[in-house]
Every structure is written in structure tokens, then in C-alpha cells.
């Protein structure tokens, strides 16, 4: 069964760094590109970056180029979110995402984590 477990969300102040992780099972890792979606309260849900089935990374959302990092370890599993210089609008609930490919439509990632909380104090 396909299972995407998300953690290291929390409340970090505006300038600070948090660290996701997804821990992936039920699915052959080289086959699957990985990604982070998020929706931030009262705003549709964004796609924030990708890791290819390749592990290359694809960063959909402009406001968080030069600011975030996405990383894939297949031994382990996991594909890693690093924020960095975290703002106040990066508040929102971040979901770990999986499908054949990297899509820039949200609606077409075929599984979805239960999502981790990141809140951005000012």
C-alpha cells in the first residue's frame, strides 16, 4: 500500500530553517517522482518542488527559488524539503505528493501524506 509520512514541521521564526521529510513505502522509489505540495489557510493548494524519478529537482513555485532545496535518498526512502530563510507567507500545511511524473497541476499527483504544519512567525 502506498504510504507518504511527512514530518519535521513546526513553528520557526521569520529568517529560520526547518527541515521536511518524506518517508515513502508501498512503491518502487526509481519509479516515482516525489514532490511537496502546500496550501496555505484560505489559498489553494501550490506545488512547491519535485524530485524526477531521475532525482532531479524541479522547483514550481517562484516564491521559494533560491530559499528551498528538495533531495531524494532512495536507500532511505526518504526526499527531504529544506527551507531556508522562511518568511511568513511559507506559513501553510505541507503535503508530501508521489506520481509517475513531476506535475505542475496539483490535482494530478496520484498520492497525497496527511501533511505536516510549518508556521512562520513574523
Known sequence: QLRLV???????QSGGSLR????????TME?????WVRQAPGKEREGVACSTRSGASIIFADAVKGR???ARD???????????????????????????????????WYSWGHGTQVTVSS
Not at 6 to 12: F, K, N, P, R
Not at 31 to 35: C, K, L, P, Y
Open 6 to 12: 511527512e514530518s519535521g514541521g513546526g513553528l520557526v
Open 31 to 35: 519509479d516515482t517522482a516525489i514532490g
Open 68 to 70: 528551498f532545496t528538495i
Open 74 to 108: 532512495n536507500a532511505k526512502r526518504t526526499v527531504s524539503l529544506d527551507m531556508n530563510s522562511l518568511k511568513p507567507e511559507d506559513t501553510a500545511v505541507y503535503y508530501c505528493v508521489s506520481g509517475r511524473n513531476c506535475y505542475s497541476d496539483v490535482e494530478d
Open 20 to 27: 521536511l521529510s518524506c518517508l515513502a513505502s508501498g512503491f
